[in-house]
């Protein structure tokens, strides 16, 4: 297991690695000089070659690459062209905005679709199992930026409660995370109530049938351990996906976090600010990757044994 | 036992409006033509912003083009992607996680560790990388979307082949001496039909979404285009005055994407009797 464990990290941190040689490439490929677009049309060749020193653009590429890496191993992603400041410093005076939209909601999600598709799963077929798939089709259904629309015309627009722009106070947080949480939270329910329907036809949930076990015993020691795996492996894949597709939550409520960060860096092309925060994402992702995996083959028998045998 | 079997399928509800749904946008999207009213770009400029009415379904936006002509315009481009998106993702996806999964050891973490990479960044997030450098775009949307959104396909394939490989009836099949293609694909694929039809319920409108939302945000289809996603990102600043320009994409976007889900839905219920 160890071993295991070890060589999966091992595989993150290379991961990354590509990740980074690919976005850096990526970047590098860029149509539009950014360099022209800061300094403008009035400005000399000579002062233009200075910039591009400061910046270290005057260097080979992967000189350039090599001196990123170091630099962002060290979490210096260096300086916005923009506004000059330190990536790093930019990204992570946004970056708890983002986490508190996709950290809250995350939670909301856990807590909510646990229990829901636990009973439907359970009592399938009954009403609250028909009612659940057909309102969860619905708001799966729901893109979320028009869901948001939709939050928007009637809570700020129709019933001015809530604040739609910016973040000032916790009822700003409202009209987001209804967003994220309930246009995420249908597949939630629906892939862990299949999950635990699966659970409920393995042999060893009648095996403990057999044995005489109520109802109660076999759900939380047998079908709700082996179903929570999944659930946990989509819970923690979820969280870089909120954070990623915060960028058009983020950008209608003008929330200050990192999605709307990466929005504007895109549209002004400044890409120090794009490469780093495309980096902090991948990096989430492939720790939430490593962890989502570990966890598996750690409650699963058949993976676990598939593992330690070949070892 | 055939006849039965189709008569089980017209009764199953949610397959049924699904699919009545999803033909009804096909419908509009071969004859938009004559259904529409008006072509898409044209600019009615003393009816801006005139509310649903007889002349115009529903309403005009900010230039005076029928927004109900945009609408029904509109649905070439969903299919398209949905389609396009849906196809690619599902080729590359289901082969490489039938491969991984099947042969396990050294073929498997080669394609792991592609499909880890691209698992590895959020769709959307790889879209906006690739968008930027290819720049914006119907076409480049499509690529974006459709080369960053296998991974899931492989994934979960590969867990669930590794899973049905040590079953009886695939040793069996083994003993009787079958090919490995054989295996994989009449003894594994087969039960993964379900996983499969989930994926692509999934698909269709998660890729619809993606390009819409990419759309929203200015990056997909160029206006004047008809795309749901560009019109709703029009009428979001017409918000309090002219509410219908936002609300017939989004109503648009959400009766599209209800429809096919409801097929997922009612095929899973027809292939899945319990």
């Not at chain 1, 949480?181 to 629906?190: F, K, N």
């Not at chain 1, 598996?296 to 676990?304: E, G, S």
């Not at chain 2, 945000?217 to 004047?224: A, F, H, I, K, R």
Request: overall charge positive; glycine content about 8%; charged content about 15%.
């Amino acid at each position: 297991m160890l071993e295991y464990i070890k060589k999966r990290l091992l595989l993150g941190v290379f991961v990354l690695f590509v990740v980074s040689i690919l976005l850096f490439a990526i970047m590098h490929s860029l149509p539009g000089d950014p360099i022209q677009l800061l300094a403008g049309d009035r400005t000399s060749p000579e002062k233009i070659l200075e910039i591009r020193i400061r910046f270290g653009l005057d260097k080979p590429v992967y000189i350039q690459y090599m001196k990123w890496l170091t630099n962002a191993l060290k979490m210096d992603f260096g300086l916005s062209i923009v506004t000059n400041q330190p990536v790093s410093k930019l990204v992570m005076s946004r970056l708890k905005f983002t986490l508190m939209l996709s950290g809250i909601s995350v939670l909301l999600q856990y807590i909510l679709a646990v229990p829901i598709a636990l009973i439907a799963a359970f009592k399938k077929n009954s009403i609250f199992d028909k009612v659940t798939l057909y309102i969860t089709i619905v708001f799966w259904s729901t893109p979320q930026f028009w869901f948001a629309i939709l939050l928007i015309l009637l809570f700020a627009i129709k019933f001015p409660i809530f604040p739609i722009s910016g973040y000032s106070g916790a009822s700003s947080l409202v009209l987001p995370i209804a967003t994220i949480t309930l246009t995420r939270l249908a597949s939630r329910i629906r892939i862990t109530r299949s999950e635990i329907i699966d659970t409920l036809k393995e042999k060893y949930v009648i095996t403990a049938y057999a044995k005489g076990l109520n109802d109660k015993k076999v759900l939380i020691k047998h079908v709700l351990k082996n179903a929570l795996i999944p659930t946990t492996v989509m819970f923690f894949l979820s969280i870089p996906w909120i954070i990623g597709g915060s960028v058009i939550v983020e950008k209608i409520f003008a929330w200050p976090g990192m999605g709307y960060l990466l929005w504007t860096s895109i549209t002004k092309q400044d890409y120090p600010v794009v490469q780093g925060i495309i980096m902090i994402i991948a990096l989430l992702t492939v720790i939430s990757n490593t962890t989502g995996d570990i966890i598996v083959a750690y409650l699963n028998p058949r993976i676990r044994h598939d593992i330690e045998g070949k070892k | 036992m055939a006849g039965s079997k189709i008569k089980e399928i017209f009764k199953n509800i949610s397959f049924v409006s699904g699919f009545m749904i999803f033909m009804s946008v096909i419908v509009c999207a071969i004859f938009a033509d004559y259904i529409a009213l008006y072509p898409y770009d044209e600019m009615h400029l003393i009816d801006k912003l005139q509310k649903p009415s007889l002349t115009y379904f529903l309403g005009t936006d900010m230039y005076g083009r029928c927004i109900f002509s945009r609408i029904i315009y509109g649905t070439r481009i969903i299919i398209k992607v949905g389609l396009i998106v849906t196809l690619i993702q599902a080729g590359i996806g289901v082969t490489l996680g039938l491969l991984s999964g099947y042969y396990g050891g050294v073929i498997r973490k080669t394609i792991m560790f592609i499909t880890d990479i691209t698992w590895s960044l959020p769709s959307i997030i790889m879209a906006l990388a690739i968008i930027t450098v290819l720049g914006p775009g119907l076409t480049n949307v499509i690529i974006a979307i459709a080369l960053v959104g296998w991974a899931q396909y492989a994934k979960i394939i590969d867990a669930k082949a590794q899973t049905i490989k040590y079953l009886p009836f695939v040793e069996a099949g083994r003993v009787l001496g079958e090919t490995d293609f054989n295996i994989m694909v009449r003894y594994i694929l087969p039960n993964l039909i379900n996983q499969i039809i989930i994926l692509v319920s999934l698909t269709f409108p998660t890729a619809v979404i993606s390009a819409s939302g990419l759309g929203f945000l200015g990056l997909g289809t160029q206006p004047p285009a008809p795309d749901w996603g560009v019109i709703l990102s029009e009428g979001i600043r017409f918000l309090k005055n002219a509410p219908w320009i936002a609300i017939a994409p989004g109503f648009s976007l959400v009766y599209t994407i209800l429809g096919f889900n409801m097929l997922g839905e009612g095929l899973k219920e027809i292939l899945e009797p319990e």
